[in-house]
């Protein structure tokens, strides 16, 4: 079986733990497919070449980024330059043959570009054009596979490959917790989703309130009634995954000695298919 991991964006994720679990896993036999966030990291890069991010409000209140054509220049500075290119020189170091792909590599990561997003700005709804950002439709799992058989290990980032009305391609941003999880439902993998917090909390302030598992849809809208936030998302993405055909998701603390290998032994908050209803749809929101 394969396992996916996300490594989070946040600030207070360390890899550490997770690559030497990555290594010892490979060293196992299993196959591994990493991949990470990073919209802090272009954030701070941005600051340091004194441009500003931009946040857009949709009407419906749920803030998100507007990747301008000079925010997806340094987006692709960071994500598949800098911070891929890291976690492969530190596989190596753990004596992981590690292939950092990006998500327009060989269409690892297909979908079409939305460029237009509707904004509330002023109080006022707008349409504002010229968004990099996408939603994921097809994965090249052939790809991961041919790589996996090979002996490698691959490490994926976005961007992905966005199609143009036109029929052109043009990289495009996309949520790296629904690219993971894109890439889980292809593999029919495991999915870990390790980030800076122990799992999903019931009160998302009280570690104490972990909630363990769930397995019905009962069990799956008490998860997404105690997300918040970037929380939300998670939840979102995980739902995807096993839509897609993973056979399950944990989320769990990356700052842990093994923590890939704890979460697949019950650490974190796992989520398995049976959270979906009957027909393969989530249930209602
Ligand atoms: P990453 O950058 O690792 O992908 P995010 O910052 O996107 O992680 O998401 C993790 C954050 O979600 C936590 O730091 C926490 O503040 C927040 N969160 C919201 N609701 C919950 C909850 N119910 N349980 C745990 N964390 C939650």
């Known amino acids: 079986m394969t396992t996916v991991v996300k490594i989070g964006g946040a600030r207070a994720v360390d890899p550490d733990g ?3 679990d990555v290594a010892r896993l490979v060293e ?3 196959d591994v497919v990493l991949t990470h966030g990073g919209s802090t990291a272009v954030d701070e890069t941005l600051a340091e070449l004194g441009e500003e991010p931009t946040y857009v409000e949709t009407p419906g209140g749920v803030v998100g980024r507007f990747t301008d054509e000079r925010t997806m220049e340094v987006f692709k500075m960071v994500m598949p330059g800098k911070l891929n290119t890291d976690l492969v020189e530190r596989l190596h170091n753990e004596g992981v043959n590690a292939v950092g792909l990006s998500g327009t590599d060989g269409k690892l990561l297909e979908g079409k570009r939305k ?9 006022k709804k707008k349409i504002k054009r010229g968004d990099h950002s996408g939603t994921i439709e097809s994965v090249n799992a052939d790809l991961l596979e041919t790589t996996l058989a090979g002996g490698y290990t691959p490490v994926v980032s976005v961007p992905v490959l966005g199609t143009e009305q036109s029929g052109g391609y043009t990289a495009v941003n996309a949520d790296a917790d629904r690219a993971a999880a894109a890439i889980a439902g292809a593999l029919e993998a495991d999915l870990v989703v390790l980030t800076d917090v122990s799992g999903i909390y019931e009160d998302p302030d009280d570690e104490s309130t972990k909630i363990d598992a769930a397995a019905t849809p ?3 809208a ?3 009634d105690a997300a918040e936030g970037f929380m939300t998302k ?4 995980a739902a ?4 897609g055909g993973a056979a399950s998701v944990t989320v769990a603390s990356a700052n842990a000695d093994e923590p890939i290998t704890s979460a697949l032994e019950g650490e974190g908050t796992t989520l398995e298919p049976g959270v979906l209803a009957d027909d393969g749809e989530e249930v209602a929101q």
């Open 234 to 237: 998670k939840v979102m993405a």
């Open 222 to 224: 008490a998860v997404e």
């Open 218 to 220: 009962e069990e799956f």
């Open 240 to 243: 995807e995954a096993l839509e």
């Open 28 to 30: 196992d036999g299993e």
């Open 115 to 123: 460029s237009a997003v509707r904004v509330k700005e002023d109080g």
């Open 18 to 20: 997770a690559l030497a």
